[in-house]
């Protein structure tokens, strides 16, 4: 799952680059300064992609994702438990490097895109724009969304922190009498829990749910 309408605003959300360990919620509003990229040794790239194409298959054909083991994926990747304990420490962190370049397209987009979901429209048309992009980003990687956050996990990733510094951002503009304590209760529609149980226990199609979240962010802006 990380700017309003002014220039200023857009420069004070954090950054967080794809694979990076920037997923632990942000201290700072600036963003971190970037180091250098380590070079990877060509059998460890290897590696990493197999890892990765293999747990993508199998996160979008588990029932409940959360289920996935780390035998699992190292016997469809073909590599052994060990390599892949050196760079995953367990499930959900594999599904995290898989939506992470996910994420960060669409942080670039709410950054430096066009409006509305860019800078440049009113607080209530960006914030429906990002209801939007949330939920096709959701429809398309769902298992990987219920793989890497669940439960109070969210809400301590990197991505979390941009959202919710977007949305605060886009509700104080509006005019928003408390956004601090309001920028939660509006993310809350797009945890991944929320989004299986709206779309597949209720059966409410992904045009539906997105324009509910539009209503809604209407109502919250005034717009």
Do not use: C
């Amino acid at each position: 799952m990380s700017d309003g309408a002014s220039p200023r605003a857009a420069r004070e959300l954090p950054v967080f680059e794809p694979g990076s360990a920037g997923r632990s919620l942000p201290q700072v509003k600036q963003p971190p300064v970037k180091q250098p990229p380590v070079k990877e040794r060509a059998d460890a790239a290897r590696n990493r992609a197999r890892v990765l194409a293999a747990a993508e298959r199998i996160f979008a054909t588990r029932d409940d994702p959360r289920e996935v083991t780390m035998d699992e994926i190292a016997r469809a990747a073909g590599v052994g438990r060990a390599t892949l304990y050196r760079r995953f420490p367990d499930p959900a962190s594999i599904a995290v490097a898989l939506l992470d370049q996910h994420e960060f397209e669409l942080q670039e987009q709410i950054l430096r895109g066009p409006p509305p979901l860019g800078p440049g429209a009113s607080p209530g048309d960006r914030l429906a724009a990002f209801y939007a992009a949330m939920a096709e980003l959701l429809e398309r990687h769902l298992p990987l969304a219920l793989g890497a956050e669940t439960g109070k996990a969210r809400f301590a990733t990197g991505a979390y922190g941009f959202w919710r510094a977007h949305v605060r951002v886009l509700l104080a503009e509006a005019g928003a009498p408390d956004p601090e304590a309001a920028v939660d209760a509006a993310l809350a529609p797009l945890s991944p829990e929320v989004y299986e149980y709206t779309r597949h226990t209720l059966g409410h199609s992904k045009d539906r749910i997105t324009a509910s979240l539009t209503w809604l962010a209407r109502r919250l802006t005034g717009d």
